[in-house]
């Protein structure tokens, strides 16, 4: 494999792995009903690994892993 190819393979398993934290982490949050529920989660394209999560009862970040 290409040291391209490795490297887009790579970062489609970091996003992957992302979006796995992201929806495990909104979809405890919505079953705890935290801030009245309604998480989603966003994934940064970035060279690691960001996550935003959002309440929408707030206007702000919430957490940031």
């Known amino acids: ?3 391209a ?3 887009e393979a790579e970062r489609r398993e970091r ?5 796995r934290i992201g929806r ?3 979809a405890e949050f919505n ?3 935290v801030e009245g529920g309604g998480w989603h989660h966003q994934v940064a394209f970035v060279n ?3 996550v935003l999560l959002h309440a929408p009862q ?3 970040l919430v957490a940031h892993a």
């Not at 996003?15 to 979006?19: D, S, T």
């Open 48 to 50: 690691f690994v960001s």
């Open 1 to 3: 494999m290409a040291r």
């Open 15 to 19: 996003q992957e792995l992302a979006h």
């Open 58 to 60: 707030r206007d702000e």
């Open 31 to 33: 079953d705890r009903q």
């Open 5 to 7: 190819e490795r490297f």
């Open 24 to 26: 495990t982490l909104a």
